[in-house]
């Protein structure tokens, strides 16, 4: 079970079949977007949006906490699919999530204009996705995206010359957190510690927060 964080409460899987498991199951998991996304739960947006979900860890933990909210779930890996599935029979959230394969931008048609978080992690996928000019609904919504960095190109900058003009951006840094340490824990050394938080990031990767100035008037 989740021991902390946001999603304190959430019964996990044995194990995780992408990315690290440790740092989820003590709830410091990307601890930089903790605030963030207790914004998303006060929200209380009609449609979350979730592409490149993985093991359904952000998709089941915002299911339960946001229950009036269609939460929608897409994975090009059948194995990610099929752990979000499973993680959401193990939380009775298996009714409140659609999971689905490849997300392709013209998918963005079906959504309503306003009331939309859009959550986005696909390994430098977002710069061809992420485009308010092909795609006219992202100038609408809310989007929660991981940048993943080029050297010829930085994704940051693409993503604010894109919403510059439609959405208040914020970048948040990943960091290795303090995180208090069950007492099983407490007595490792330092490094032991430290892999205990670490997420097996190689490289920065920023998320960009993108608020619409529609929906955020007073911004």
Known sequence: MVQ??????????????????LPKLLGCYES????EWRRVIR??????????????YYA?????????TRILAYDLSAEARESCRGLARLNNME???????????????????????????????????????????????DILVEMHQITSHKTDSLINKRFESTHHIT??????????????????DELDKMLAVWEWRVQPTPWAILLSKEQHQSG
């Open 60 to 68: 089941v933990g915002l299911a339960r906490l946001m229950p009036d």
């Open 95 to 141: 009714a409140r999530i659609e999971i689905g394969g490849e997300f392709k931008g013209a998918d963005f048609a079906q959504f309503p204009v306003k009331g939309v978080c859009i959550i986005c992690d696909i390994e430098g996928g977002e710069r061809e996705l992420l485009d308010p000019q092909q795609y006219p609904t992202l100038k609408h919504a």
């Open 43 to 56: 929200k209380r947006y009609s449609t979350i949006v979730n592409i490149g979900c993985a093991d359904g």
């Open 171 to 188: 970048i948040i840094d990943s960091t290795l957190p303090a995180w208090p340490l069950p007492s099983v824990l407490k007595d490792c």
């Open 4 to 21: 902390g964080g946001p999603f304190a409460g959430m019964t996990l899987l044995p194990s995780s079949k992408e990315g690290c498991y």
């Open 32 to 35: 930089a977007l903790h605030e």
